[in-house]
């Protein structure tokens, strides 16, 4: 269900680095929001070096963007956050200055996915029983 | 007012299915939102095969973000998500399994077109005819 | 901790018109929502030509998304979203028609940077002392 996209400049990260991150963004979001690493998208947008600016000056930044279903309890959310970044780190040793992680909520009832309405968090089980 | 971004792997789509259903999501947006075509944005990001990722691994999904004003009903909106999320099927040929739409929403207030701050959902009229 | 994406049919803005519409968005950015310039990070999508539409047809608008922390005052936030339109149009020479600009929000708990979780609008002065 969730979707994140990964915004670098072109080059900063190689095909191999690019897949560690995708792992360990899907183990960490299916660990925290316990949901099936099958429903886990992860994708790169890479860009021109003169498409990236901080500060108005070119720039190479780790920007995560994720979106979650709205319900989630808060604090597991800024744990996701919190373990996304500092595994962003860890597989790319980009320092922790230069990467951003934000993740957008909206309800549950606003995404579709295997042709069906998202379940509200905690009703996950019951959903995927029913898509079985 | 409404973006449609959808991503794909590159090869995914031809150019032709890409213009029938920026056609069908345009329809489909302008008549359950009560919006002019006019007003309907559809564009495509289409990345390296090797930077879409579902499961970890290299896949080929159509993920399909949307965004709209807040305070639409939710039925509409479900009902936004799930036309969409069938269209695209029908005219892609891609299985509901590979499909995935989130519409994210914030206030009309926090976005411009024309020059001007969005209305509320339900003042369509009157900002469009101030506008004419 | 804000950033701005700024989509567009590629030709569209050349790398002088792109670096001026950074420093402006910045600009404003910093200086509507009392963040350092130094926080705020602006990239260009620039997508084929047969990949952007309106109205079901090709077209080449300049559509900008960016992303604040919820709390902020929605006055604030309409008034964020009228001076970059405004300045979009001043740098681009991009008539008002075609220049669309939609703010989304998320709490602060669910964005991170620099490896820590960002503050509630209001809180900037202690988290950035903190930091230092």
């Not at 994708?43 to 319900?71: C, H, M, Q």
Request: glycine share 6%; aromatic share 6%; hydrophobic share 40%.
């Amino acid at each position: 269900m969730p979707i994140y996209t990964i915004t670098t400049a072109a080059g900063t990260l190689d095909s191999a680095t690019k897949a560690d991150l995708a792992a360990e963004v899907t183990r960490i979001h299916s660990d925290v929001n316990h949901v099936p690493s099958t429903y886990v998208n992860v994708v790169f947008n890479e860009l021109a070096p003169d498409n990236v600016y901080t500060d108005a000056k070119p720039t190479r930044p780790l920007i995560i963007n994720g979106w979650v279903r709205s319900g989630h309890p808060d604090e597991e959310t800024s744990r996701l956050v919190t373990e996304i970044a500092h595994a962003a780190t860890q597989v790319t040793g980009i320092p922790p200055e230069r990467v951003l992680v934000v993740i957008g909520n909206s309800p549950a009832r606003f995404a579709i996915e295997g042709g069906r309405v998202l379940p509200e968090p905690g009703q996950e089980q019951a959903w995927l029983l029913e898509g079985a």
